[in-house]
């Protein structure tokens, strides 16, 4: 590892970021692109501070953060995703390992499940006409937020 403390320091932005991106979701339903953007561009940093080779380490992120727009993209063409939702998926993609990443989006679907039930129980209560919008930063942010805290949390980071 370069710099343990660097690491720490940028999984704490990332961290602050994601909250960020949970509170704008639920108050606006909207996750604004230079948020998802600062992530996608620290991303690189984190790499180097924690020692990531170029090859396969670096060039397995950007895979997977391709991989993960291009599914992504297809879902939001479909309309099942928004596409702040996307982009914020895509930039995490970056800094996690796949198997983290894949956590991620199991624990994301689970809490979205919940936030869904939530939201649509509190506008039929509410008797509010039209569609139900769900703030899906929030799970994406939740499940963010979780998978860091397992990932790289006391036992410290995990390269591959």
């Known amino acids: ?11 704490a932005a990332l ?9 704008s979701d639920l108050r606006t339903r909207l996750i604004h692109n230079r ?3 600062g992530i996608a561009a620290a991303a690189p940093a984190f790499w ?3 020692g990531l080779a170029l ?24 309309r099942m995703m928004g596409g702040g939702d996307v982009k914020l998926l895509t930039a995490l993609a970056l800094w996690l390992p796949w198997q983290p990443f894949l956590k991620l989006l199991v ?5 979205g499940g919940v936030l869904t039930i939530a ?8 008797r509010r006409p039209g569609r139900v919008e769900i703030p899906y930063g929030v799970a994406i942010a939740g ?8 990932t790289y949390g006391a036992v410290g980071p995990v390269t591959g």
């Open 1 to 11: 590892m370069t710099g343990g403390i660097l690491v720490y320091g940028l999984l």
């Open 15 to 23: 961290a602050i970021a994601l909250l960020g991106a949970a509170v």
């Open 35 to 37: 948020l998802t953007f």
């Open 48 to 50: 180097w501070a924690s």
């Open 55 to 78: 090859w396969p380490g670096v060039a397995a992120q950007l895979a997977l953060g391709i991989a993960a727009f291009a599914i992504l993209a297809g879902m939001f063409a479909l």
């Open 107 to 111: 624990i994301m679907a689970l809490l």
């Open 119 to 126: 939201f649509a129980a509190a506008h039929r209560i509410a």
């Open 143 to 150: 499940a963010g937020l979780w998978v860091l805290a397992s």
